[in-house]
């Protein structure tokens, strides 16, 4: 059954599943890129503020490594870490996450 759908769409099995692998991929590069633009954000919005990296995570309780992997798009921040982060740098979430990627 699934091969008959599969050729009345007019592709192979293998383009099949190199169109998931691509997607799949394509999703991960767009997860990077977002969360590196956001991290951009971030490192403007606190040095707006006259913040370093250290005055910044010392306000939100994490440490300044914690931090600069957030600002270089390392990690996934949590909604408690954005919800922190938004309160460290004295601005509401939606200021926080008005980005674009």
């Not at 293998?14 to 977002?34: G, H, R, Y």
């Not at 957030?70 to 939606?94: C, H, Q, R, T, W």
Request: glycine share 4%; proline share 2%; hydrophobic share 35%.
């Amino acid at each position: 059954m699934i091969y008959v759908k599969i050729q009345q769409i007019g592709c192979t099995i293998n383009q099949l599943f190199s169109s998931i692998w691509l997607n799949s991929k394509a999703k991960k590069i767009k997860k990077q890129n977002i969360q590196k633009s956001f991290g951009k954000h971030l490192k403007k919005l606190r040095q707006a503020k006259g913040l370093t990296q250290l005055d910044l995570s010392s306000k939100i309780n994490k440490d300044q490594q914690s931090l600069q992997r957030v600002e270089s798009g390392n990690v996934n921040p949590s909604l408690f870490y954005l919800l922190e982060l938004a309160e460290g740098l004295n601005i509401k979430l939606p200021e926080l996450l008005d980005f674009n990627y």
